[in-house]
């Protein structure tokens, strides 16, 4: 069997179509520049969630709860970036520990509302506190102002997104 290194050698760079979004450095890929940046990130927070017994995924959502009050599950899995079928065993956990509560919406009974219970109030007070200073942190070592204009740019770039998969070979 070959070696990936002995495969990848034997490509021609000219044979292979360019990505534009692929710069010819694969650290300067926009991809994985955004990977590289979120987990650079998470790296300062996943240690504080864990230590609460918190995952990131079951953080976003008891946030996202916080903010918004009552919500369909599946506005929840689309604003915390949770496929339907994790977030359905993460309801299932939220609820078991008391963090939120599943009730069938009244006037569609296929309907999931999930609400922060005060248990999650509760956890939410006692990580808000750890997670700012997180924040504090990265803002400290990047600079305030640069982190809101970093987050400002994301917001743009992410306006981007596509519907659909044909929405890319659409002449623009």
Do not use: C, N
């Not at 070696?3 to 710069?23: A, C, G, N, T, Y």
């Amino acid at each position: 069997m070959s070696e990936p290194s002995q495969i990848f050698s034997s490509i021609s760079r000219d044979s292979v179509p360019r990505d534009r979004l692929m710069s010819p450095d694969f650290r300067r890929s926009l991809p994985i520049a955004l990977l590289r940046a979120r987990e650079a990130i998470m790296s300062h927070f996943r240690p504080m969630l864990a230590s609460h017994d918190v995952t990131e995924q079951q953080w976003r959502v008891i946030r996202i709860l916080a903010e918004a009050g009552t919500l369909d599950a599946s506005e929840v899995a689309e604003k915390a970036f949770i496929l339907a079928p994790s977030l359905t065993r993460m309801i299932k956990s939220l609820e078991e520990r008391g963090y939120i509560t599943r009730q069938k919406d009244v006037g569609d009974g296929r309907r999931i509302l999930l609400k922060l219970a005060p248990a999650g109030v509760d956890i939410l007070r006692t990580i808000t506190p750890d997670s700012l200073a997180i924040y504090d942190s990265i803002e400290a070592r990047y600079g305030k102002l640069r982190v809101e204009h970093l987050v400002d740019l994301l917001d743009e770039l992410a306006m981007l997104k596509s519907d659909s998969p044909s929405d890319d070979q659409q002449p623009h």
